[in-house]
């Protein structure tokens, strides 16, 4: 919080323009051929002629060691520190797919799944049935009717749902629910139990909807049960106008990355396609109307996560290719280039790896080295550094702070 | 304490292990003759190859500037930040005889000294006296008898015992008491001295042993008197179990770092000589029965204490040639090589400088540098880190931690 303080009370209006590119799970680890990792191996012409003229640096995202999820991840890239801020699965799902999440409303996850003739899970993700089987599901959920509370029902994609509780007037829900998922295979999925007695009456009301869905569904394998998790509220977090006084947008097409730009008070921009040309083609529509701008590339953490090395740096040049000399013939006054997190192909997952980052201003101090890479970064004079220090230096760059103290 | 709640609430089993390879005192400072510290003068081809398959950089024990005693670093290495957590050295010292310390015991460190007829310490070290004539003093101060309390007085070796007070049952003793030891010559051994009020009964007890204990000396020149040091209680730290969920061993030779290990829950494994080739030994007999290996080598500490460029050198080298190759040919997950604090030839003494800490695993992300020496890991990619942050990473590279969020 007390660097939240300091932003709070320091930053002032201005005209200036920062782009924070986020290449999701951009960091990787050497593939045998030829020792380079993914950023490494790609073609980069324009990140390497951008990063000569600029400070580098590896950012960590959470504390050494660390491997995060998204949420946290994208939290830190924000500014927020992600052991002090922390937001539920559920509450990340239901705004990414757009949901007005109220303050008062619990969400949680919901995942259909298959349980066998015992009532056994044999998949936690039932086959990953085809979106289009889960919206008629959906449909026949949205028939449950819970006493006091209103409940909605809505499909994100595959086995996945978004299950949300909105109170009457008055009433409270508490969220510290555990997950009903059991993780693993051969057990049946767990009600939910309240960990602590608050919760106990929520608890109560979301057993009452998991018989009746489970029930619903033993007539439709293989999605015939299902689970919730991350059974949470929005936390309220403080809004970038509020921090930043920033005016921020969020080019992101996936759920997710959407979900948590609403929650620290960006505006989700609609984007007409799944391209990042057609992001690109948001960025230039808006870019008079908002001082910062979140873009965020998924494809490089679903092809680390694929364990695809080639794919993961052929979608790093893409970017290098269209979205970099893009960004730059707006002439932003700050670009910063990063990632959320790892994602090494090797690993197959997110890791706790630091994360090659890039800051350009007309202010910055260039390292004079000329490559975009994690060596590059681990050589350059931002150092080993928290990536929610990213936010507070791109403050500084765009003269958007005063000075602190007299 | 966050990160134990980072620690403890994500770490996961697994099969992999860490070796973590500590050269008491390792950092230098540079002789005369080439400009070059003890490190990089030594001949240390294996820890070279292993560099430049590794991340390298600088830990800093405790704060920038700060010397660390052996305690502190050496919780540090284990992950607890030395200014949070912290014991006395009387309950070191205790531990590292192996003495079976009980939670509600006191225990002081003890020297014997030389007094001259006025009474005034004209030897602090009582001339260093051999170790057998150390236990024919202990067997006469086992004679003291104090009242409610049982007293137990152990041999440590030279000039130095150990004094334990256990209380009976629901009495309580309180440590914070002041050294008796007046750290100068040529004035009086001191009595012990409460801190605060509710210490003032403790002290009064540990007075009357010592005036008893000071009384049968006289007749025993030189050590003819003796003081009291590092007064304290088991402070009742975290254990490696709970915190990373690691069966934990410890390969040491010296009492004190014996004890520290002891004191995180390490089981102090036996070793058959002083050297490192039985510690190596140890080490082979025991490798599938732990998770975790503390391999302590001291006499790198002991050479710079001596102010004894060559010698230190010669210990590394040493170390290069037999412990290194060893660890590796077990096939480790993570092995980290580093030192407690610097202990510079030049100084003669622990000194405040970060110090070369080297960390190998197969999802590394080798910096290139090929060697290992305090300005190679000035260069390294772990940068300037806190040395508590050693564990962490041990765990993130030992696949020992889930995720953080989703």
Not at 91 to 97: N, Q
Not at 317 to 326: E, G
Not at 379 to 405: C, I, V, W
Request: with cysteine; proline share 8%; glycine share 8%.
């Amino acid at each position: 919080m007390a660097d939240f303080n300091l932003m709070t009370s320091l930053h002032i209006p201005g005209k200036t323009r920062i782009v924070q590119l986020v290449m999701d799970g951009l960091g990787g680890l050497p593939r045998e051929l030829d020792g380079k990792t993914e950023l490494e191996a790609a073609p980069t012409p324009n990140l390497d002629a951008l990063a000569a003229r600029s400070q580098l640096g590896l950012a960590v995202p959470v504390r050494p060691g660390i491997t995060p999820g998204s949420g946290p991840a994208h939290l830190a890239l924000f500014g927020y520190d992600p052991l002090t801020y922390d937001i539920g699965r559920g509450v990340l799902e239901a705004l990414g797919i757009g949901f007005d999440l109220q303050p008062e409303d619990l969400a949680a996850r919901g995942n259909f799944c298959t349980v066998d003739e015992q009532g056994l899970i044999t998949d936690r993700r039932a086959g990953r049935i085809p979106t289009e089987v889960n919206q008629k599901l959906v449909a026949l959920l949205r028939e449950i009717r819970l006493p006091s509370v209103q409940t909605f029902v809505e499909t994100v994609k595959e086995y996945r749902f978004v299950l949300v509780l909105r109170p009457t007037a008055g009433q409270t829900l508490q969220a510290n629910i555990y997950d009903t998922d059991p993780q693993q295979l051969g057990v049946p999925p767990l009600p939910a139990r309240a960990a602590d007695e608050a919760s106990a009456p929520t608890a109560a009301l979301l057993n009452e909807w998991l018989t009746a869905a489970r029930d619903l569904l033993k007539a439709h394998p293989p999605a015939n049960s299902l689970n919730l998790r991350g059974i949470a509220r929005d936390p309220g977090l403080p809004r970038f106008t509020t921090v930043y006084g920033l005016k921020a947008a969020a080019i992101a097409t996936y759920p997710m990355y959407r979900g948590v730009a609403r929650l620290v008070g960006m505006e989700v921009l609609p984007v007409a396609g799944e391209t990042v040309e057609d992001q690109v083609e948001t960025l230039r529509a808006h870019w008079d109307e908002y001082d910062y701008f979140f873009f965020h590339v998924k494809k490089t953490d679903s092809a680390g996560e694929d364990g695809d090395f080639e794919q993961k740096a052929a979608v790093i040049a893409h970017v290098d290719q269209v979205v970099v000399p893009a960004i730059l013939a707006l002439n932003p006054d700050v670009l910063i280039v990063t990632g959320d997190h790892s994602t090494p192909s090797l690993l197959r997952s997110h890791s706790w790896h630091p994360v090659p980052t890039l800051l350009w201003s007309r202010y910055c101090l260039p390292d004079g080295i000329a490559e975009f890479g994690e060596r590059a970064c681990s050589r350059g004079s931002l150092g080993l550094f928290p990536a929610s220090d990213e936010l507070p230096l791109a403050m500084g760059h765009a003269l958007r702070l005063t000075k602190y103290g007299a």
